[in-house]
């Protein structure tokens, strides 16, 4: 991975990847207890990760290798019981492998997680030249959690330690090897359940989570009122299209929202004293839950062609705006642990010809969010809302009229706003997309 820190600790979503990989086991009703084993020089981080969850036991250095660690925690366990042993950089095991993992050990000794290979798989010799291309149909792609009954894999392991081989690619490699008569089950596992183990994988993990998290957070109208209702919102550039609609369905929950905007109330947002006062003069009423920027400036215009006043208000509406309220709404926000929610725009994955400097500063305000997320550390949670091409007076202003029906709706837009509002994660890029 190349991180500073082993990657079971690098952050999706303001969360530790180990951290997504014990709640799965702690949620799962057929788990007793959890042992989770770390890298020697770690201990007291996994310990700070672990210890809000009641099933985890202990939290134990490990071996030198993967197969030492293993044995390490069986001969911890040191009685027969149901053992499963997970990576914990899958933070995406689902429930269902957990269970049927369980279930298969009614019957059988050892069990693995697997899922068929896309791929074809060859065999090479030393010299870089094909062997064999074995048939993909009996080809699978190993996963974890795997499971055994304890005096089944530590027999196996004590064997391996007897002949000095701990460096078995996984723990059903060691049973295979030691106890060739022992039958080990194959149960489904799933494309979803990844290992972390390069930078892209991060990234893959992080839109993942997003779609999981966004498919969960579609809300009943009865569930916002709950969660939305008495709380208090602000909202920057609430005049007009989305930050308008947002400020219409949350007064329909029961929610105190506050609007300003240079046309409104002669806010301007990126100046702090003006945004300072715009927050104080909620604060005086009561906490702020949340705090919503949607304002944005979209100029269609060589950059060549773009004067120096023009490209500074630009940046400033665009950006330092952005930073602005982050730094200013921080401390308000602390008191609820609240959340700021930001807007992107689907350009902020490729500059745009002709509005480079928007879509410069979008992807800024993305950077921004997941910067943030790890920062605050859960005390300040920050999401980003990134729309695709939406009907609103700026797009209009600036595209002129288009054919409706390739546009979101701003109140669908501001929908998914709420939704994230009342969510409980952090740090994302929430795509929202015509259906």
């Known amino acids: ?75 911890y366990i040191n009685e027969e019981s149901k053992v499963l042993l997970h990576d914990a950089v899958r933070p995406f095991v689902s429930d269902r492998i957990i269970s049927d993992c369980i279930n298969a050990l009614d019957k059988y000794s050892a069990v693995d997680v697997a899922i068929p ?10 010299s870089h030249i094909i062997e064999d291309i074995p048939l993909r149909a ?9 499971a055994f009954k304890w005096s089944i894999v530590k027999k196996a392991y004590d064997l391996a330690a007897k002949h000095g081989d701990l460096a078995a690619t996984d ?23 990844i290992k972390i183990t390069h930078p892209l994988d991060l990234s893959i993990a992080d839109k993942l989570f997003q779609l999981k998290s966004i498919k969960s957070t579609k809300y009943s109208k009865g569930f916002r009122k709950e ?12 005049s007009h299209g989305i930050g308008a609609e947002i400020k219409k369905i949350a007064e329909s929950l029961g929610t105190k929202c506050y609007s300003f905007s240079r046309s409104e109330t002669g806010t301007d947002i990126t ?26 400036r979209l100029e269609i215009k060589p950059l060549a062609e773009t004067d120096s006043k023009t490209i500074r208000e630009m940046i400033d509406v ?5 930073a602005v309220i982050a730094s200013v709404a921080k401390p308000f926000l602390s008191k609820t642990k609240g959340q700021l929610l930001l807007f992107t725009s689907s350009s902020y994955t490729r500059g745009r010809e002709n509005y480079s400097l928007y879509s ?3 992807a800024a305000i993305v950077n921004m969010t997941q910067a943030l997320s790890e920062e605050w550390n859960g005390d300040v949670r920050i999401n980003c809302i990134n729309p695709a091409r939406t009907a609103t007076p700026m797009r209009t202003k600036a595209f002129g009229k288009e054919d409706p029906s390739t546009l979101l709706k701003a109140k669908q837009v501001a929908e998914v706003a709420i939704d994230t509002l009342i969510s409980n994660f952090t740090g994302q890029v929430v795509d929202v997309k015509q259906s």
């Open 1 to 75: 991975m190349g991180a500073h820190m082993p990657k079971q600790f690098l952050r999706i979503a303001g969360r530790e990847v180990v951290d997504y990989a014990l709640e799965q086991f702690q949620n799962n009703s057929m788990i007793n207890e959890i042992l989770v084993m770390s890298h020697p020089d770690f201990v007291d981080l996994m310990q700070a990760v672990a210890k809000k969850y009641s099933k985890v036991v202990a939290v134990l250095p490990g071996g030198k290798t993967r197969n030492e660690t293993s044995l390490l925690a069986l001969e």
């Open 117 to 126: 290979s896309a791929d074809t798989v060859i065999k090479i010799n030393d």
């Open 138 to 146: 009996y080809l699978r792609r190993g996963q974890t959690p795997q």
């Open 171 to 193: 723990d059903c490699g060691v049973v295979k090897k030691y106890l060739p008569d022992e039958k080990i089950l194959v149960v489904d596992g799933d494309e979803n359940n």
């Open 227 to 238: 969660q939305m209702g008495g709380k208090t919102v602000v909202i920057f550039g609430g």
């Open 271 to 296: 100046k702090e004293n003006s945004v300072k006062k715009a927050l104080e003069s909620v604060a005086k009423e009561g906490n702020i839950d949340f705090v919503v920027n949607t304002a944005g």
């Open 318 to 322: 665009n950006f330092t705006s952005v």
């Open 360 to 362: 410069a500063s979008k």
